[in-house]
């Protein structure tokens, strides 16, 4: 049996892009709120603020050290699978990349090493700075890898000339078409999975009776920013979509596995799509509302499958469900936030025990939704490396076998799989020790306007008859 490189480069790569974009999806969300908490703790001197500080930065440094070593692998996969494409695109992609390094490697690096080792050595206003600056880090990462993703949606700024790209606007590549809709998607999904995560924590927290006190506050604010970004983040999807539909528009038809260019195009909740046959052998929909939602016209044209070759087509079915478990995360999420404003009275987001166990169900919801959404994104550029320009094979390095990406790839399978385990074996016993608040002083310090109807007093009285077996 032959292997073909071209499919296993494509898998490789899909598979270590995907494991890493679970981490950097997270961080970006957590730095931001540490970077909150150890503001809330720099202003009031309340010490649940610091406790939760210190506990989800332990996390972070976890997740973001999981996150660089699996990052470090992608940079290598250019040379070793897509020499090709390296070599044509490296006057854009090249320097890019670099100033991903120096600009936000360096400085996440370098403060969360303050962040992690410099409490109660450096003065409080430094340690609350390299917070920030962690925080900031992590968008600036953010910012260079998607505008150079991007680019490979929407090139623009450049021209090829003998089959090598060269930079014409050094600005109008980085802020390409899709760029900016598409970091504001990230960055939102970042802030929604980092809330999500915490949410489901501090539920777990709860339900189990432990740290109340600081648990319904990091609980509280999660709900908050999940009732505000939840919608939001579907209305930027909105805007998103739109700009997709004006600068690839095979993607938002393999998105709704329509194959005949046509109006009044009805949005498809089930569908059998078939690419031999050009068709779907069986549907759902709702007549029209398809047209509505892409074109934001009841009866505006959306282009069909069909209006390219077989082999210009993206894999459809893989795309429409991808599609869909994204949406189906984004209503949930949605739900969740509003279910947790009704919950606010008479403070029951906290003691409702149904609700707790689906905030537990939903700390996963974010990272399914940012593996699906990558998938539309990345499949749905197919057959095309840089989007209508130069097409997959053509970036293949010539001299890879079949064989030799078949090797590297159950190695990363291999790697990844232990890395993983790792950090969740550590992970597990940072979230079994908790947060163990036993400060006296966060009595002192509670929420007025978010006071619980019964004491709790009872957390302090086990810490004390603990401390007195001891």
Known sequence: MDLDPLLLSRFQFAFVVSFHAIFPVFTI?????????????????????????KFWVQVFA????????????????????????????????????????????????????????????????VHLFAAYMVAIGTFVSAFWILATNSWLHTPDGTELRDGIFHVTSWYDAIFNPSFPYRFTHMAIASFLTGSFVVAGVSAWYLLNGREVEANRKALS?????????APTQAVVGDLHGL???????????????????????????????????????????????????????????????????????????????????????????IG????????????????????????????????????????????????WLVYDIVRHEEGLTPSLTGGMALFTLIGYIAVYAAIFG????????????????????????????????????????RFEHENKEH
């Open 29 to 53: 969300g957590l730095a931001s709120y540490i970077a909150f908490l150890e503001t809330l703790s720099f202003k009031t001197g309340n010490p649940a603020w610091e406790q939760l500080s």
């Open 62 to 125: 976890v997740v973001f050290a999981m996150g660089v070593v699996s990052g470090i692998v992608m940079s290598f996969q250019f040379g070793t699978n897509w020499s090709n494409f390296s070599y044509s695109a490296a006057n854009f992609i090249g320097p890019v990349l670099s100033y991903e390094v120096v600009t936000a490697f360096f400085l996440e690096a370098g403060f969360l090493g303050v962040l992690l080792f410099g409490r109660d050595r450096v003065p409080k206003g």
């Open 221 to 229: 604010m999660c709900l908050w920013v999940i009732l505000i970004l």
């Open 243 to 333: 700009n997709t539909f004006e600068h690839q528009p095979m993607k938002i038809a393999a998105m709704e596995a329509n194959w005949e260019t046509q109006d009044k195009v009805p949005l498809l909740l089930f569908a059998l799509p078939d690419r031999d046959l050009q068709d779907n052998r069986f549907e759902i929909g709702i007549p029209k509302l398809g047209s509505l939602i892409l074109t934001h016209q009841w009866d505006g044209e959306v282009p069909g499958l069909r209006e390219v070759s077989v082999e210009d087509q993206p894999p459809v079915w893989i795309v429409f469900y991808a599609f869909r478990i994204m949406v189906m995360m984004g209503l949930l999420m």
């Open 336 to 383: 969740f936030g509003l279910a947790g404003l009704w919950l606010r009275r008479g403070g029951r987001y906290w003691r409702a025990p149904w609700f707790l166990q689906g905030l537990r169900f939903m700390s996963v919801a974010p990272f399914i939704a940012v593996l699906a959404g990558w998938v539309v994104t990345e499949v749905g550029r197919a057959p």
């Open 422 to 461: 790792a950090g969740l074996y550590y992970l597990f016993g940072v979230l079994q020790a908790g947060i163990y608040v036993e400060d006296p002083r966060l009595s002192d310090h509670a929420d007025q306007a978010e006071r619980p109807m019964r004491p709790l007093s009872a957390t302090h009285v």
